[in-house]
């Protein structure tokens, strides 16, 4: 599948907003967005530019596009595509979309970006899936990252400590710009598969391709032999420059709140490809598929941390409050004195930005805010139940922690203990009556 085939079929469900005419990329777009965000995805239309936003937006929505009817299904079918990769397979050139056409010079202020919110630096790619390789091992890695246009040929860049930043650093170690090749325009599941936790060394590629069940098509950059997505509809081919760094942000982000101003790595834009007609696609800082592509994996990675220390973890999410990053509800069957406060603790160790942990019984219906609410009212005792750690290392995007992401954090289990009358925290019910009076 391609974006294309996957906005077809949004399309034919009458899920897709069109705005045809002109339109404007300072905060229309994004407004337009932001009224449709958890609805609908739109689609603007001026003669040759298409932008596309809201690719996707809910849990159903994205687990459809991966083949899945039922958003039950995501963790499991992430699960299974961690822990079984598919090698991709090669496409040639001639038969690659992307390499339809090259641009005859590169003006990225020539590029449908939207500036989003009103502090935002300038306009940004926000839906770009980062591609570049070890220097040693030449294994490749994918990632999606803020990408602020300086000038028409040179991206700002915000690199994590995460896998680009060892990449970066080893290139830089022998004073050479890394090779990187950044892709636009794709449906959910390959933005999905690069936000996948993993070791490093992992290709995000071999996820992508076994969760959407057969291997993907990918081609090499012309310039750097990078493999890319063949399906997908702009690739920018450059270099992130060894040492370079240049003032980048402020920038909206998933806390609602907005990134600082500081000087980042600079991502010089060597060549311009694309599909005939192609669609920029755009992702809205903050919204829904913004905050759902990042909860699925982490989800998956608490899943499987505090599965180390209890088998009876049911379910988690991360809340659409905490931007999906900060605060988790898990549902657990505990078996043994202390082993829900156990498996709350390794939820930290399975997603350094998560800093409060709620544990519920399989009675708690962990998607609804008010039911948590209740079992942490009639199940907590704060003395007994909450458990707080100082120093940890959290996200640097929380206003509330340092500057470096020091913070503290909280778990609470709110589940009854064991061993004791589980009569005294019965929920009350109401029995149906279907008899029908006079």
Request: with cysteine.
């Amino acid at each position: 599948m391609d974006l294309r085939s996957w906005l077809g079929f949004l399309e034919s469900q009458n899920r897709v907003v069109i705005h045809e005419g002109p339109w404007d990329l300072t905060h229309m777009v994004a407004s337009r967005l932001t009224e449709y965000d958890g609805q609908k995805t739109v689609i603007f239309r001026d003669g040759d530019r298409v932008l596309v936003g809201n690719t996707f937006n809910s849990r159903s929505e994205l687990a459809q596009s991966i083949g899945a009817q039922d958003a039950k299904v995501l963790h499991s079918r992430y699960r299974d595509a961690l822990a079984q990769p598919l090698v991709p397979y090669q496409s040639n050139a001639e038969d690659a979309p992307v390499l339809t056409v090259r641009e005859s010079s590169v003006r990225l202020d020539s590029l449908p970006a939207p500036l989003h919110h009103a502090r935002d630096s300038g306009a940004y790619i926000t839906a770009s899936i980062a591609i570049s390789r070890d220097p040693d091992t030449g294994i490749q890695n994918w990632s999606i990252h803020r990408l602020q246009i300086n000038d028409a040929q040179t991206l700002g860049i915000l690199i994590l400590p995460r896998h680009l930043a060892i990449m970066v650093a080893k290139a830089e170690q022998r004073d050479e710009d890394l090779p990187v090749a950044l892709v636009v325009g794709l449906p959910p599941g390959y933005l999905l598969a690069s936000q996948a936790i993993t070791p490093y060394g992992v290709d995000e590629a071999t996820i992508a391709s076994s969760l959407l069940g057969s291997p993907i098509a990918v081609v090499p950059s012309p310039l750097y032999g990078i493999e890319v997505p063949a399906e997908s509809e702009y690739l920018l081919e450059g270099r992130i420059i060894a040492h370079a760094r240049d003032l980048e942000g402020p920038f909206g982000e998933f806390p609602r709140t907005y990134g600082s101003r500081s000087p980042r790595p600079v991502v010089k834009i060597d060549a311009i490809y694309h599909r005939e007609s192609p669609i920029f696609q755009t992702i809205l800082p903050a919204s829904r598929e913004h905050l759902l592509l990042g909860a699925i994996p982490r989800e998956v990675a608490i899943l499987n941390a505090m599965s180390q220390v209890s088998p009876n973890v049911e379910d988690v999410i991360l809340t659409l409050a905490s931007g999906c990053r900060y605060h988790a509800v898990a549902q657990i069957t505990p078996r043994h004195a202390g082993e829900a406060k156990n498996a709350m603790l390794a939820a930290f160790a399975g997603v350094n930005e998560v800093k409060r942990v709620i544990v519920v019984d399989s009675d708690i219906n962990i998607h609804d805010p008010e039911d948590v609410e209740w079992a942490v009212a009639t199940r907590v005792q704060p003395d007994r139940d909450i458990v707080v750690v100082s120093g940890a290392l959290g996200s640097a995007l929380d206003p509330s922690a340092t500057p470096d992401g020091v913070t503290s954090k909280w778990a609470i289990d709110a589940t009854i203990p064991v061993g004791v009358d589980k009569a005294r925290f019965e929920k009350i019910t109401v029995p149906s009556n279907n008899v029908v009076g006079d």
